[in-house]
């Protein structure tokens, strides 16, 4: 079998210091990506072109989701908050605070109700979105790099493990 001989479709350039995330909007036509530079830009994947700058004031951005729904956009900082904002304006919708050191992953749970944030500090907290309020708190023994839902069921990844949590949603 031949090897398949693929070429970049578009170099993305805008931002000035790493990328630390990037994901695609549900209905795959905006791509989110977050720096160290401290913004969040939004872009058309189809021709390459940049739509928006959203700017985190609370410095760099580590991560990036959207909600299922397209909606809401989660960016997590280096300062440890989790800002909630509209991808299409910018404007923010809440500020969730708590963890003490960078937000390295944000989740939305499949039925937008819960989002789970993880950080540099070892903690998972979960988040009921319509108030903001948290919901629980979970003190693992390793920084917590990455989570992702799957219908009621939360994986964390840390240092050489994965964590897997039951939400009765």
Do not use: Y
């Amino acid at each position: 079998m031949e090897p398949s001989h693929r070429q970049a479709r578009a170099v993305l350039t805008g931002h000035e210091g790493w990328v630390n995330a990037v994901t695609f909007a549900p209905d795959g036509q905006t791509l989110a990506t977050a720096s160290e530079d401290g913004t969040v830009r939004l872009w058309d994947p189809i021709n390459g072109l940049e739509k928006a700058i959203l700017v985190d004031s609370h410095g760099w951005v580590s991560a990036v989701a959207f909600a299922p729904d397209g909606r809401l956009l989660a960016v997590g900082g280096g300062d440890g908050t989790v800002q909630l904002c509209d991808p299409t304006t910018g404007a923010d919708h809440m500020v969730l605070t708590g963890h003490a050191q960078p937000v390295r992953a944000v989740a939305f749970a499949v039925d937008q109700r819960l989002l789970a944030t993880a950080s540099d500090d070892g903690t998972i907290r979960i988040w009921e979105l319509s108030t903001g309020t948290l919901v629980t708190a979970l003190t693992l023994t390793a920084p917590i790099k990455a989570c992702v839902w799957s219908g009621d069921l939360l994986c964390c990844g840390t240092k050489q493990s994965m964590v897997l949590l039951r939400f009765h949603l």
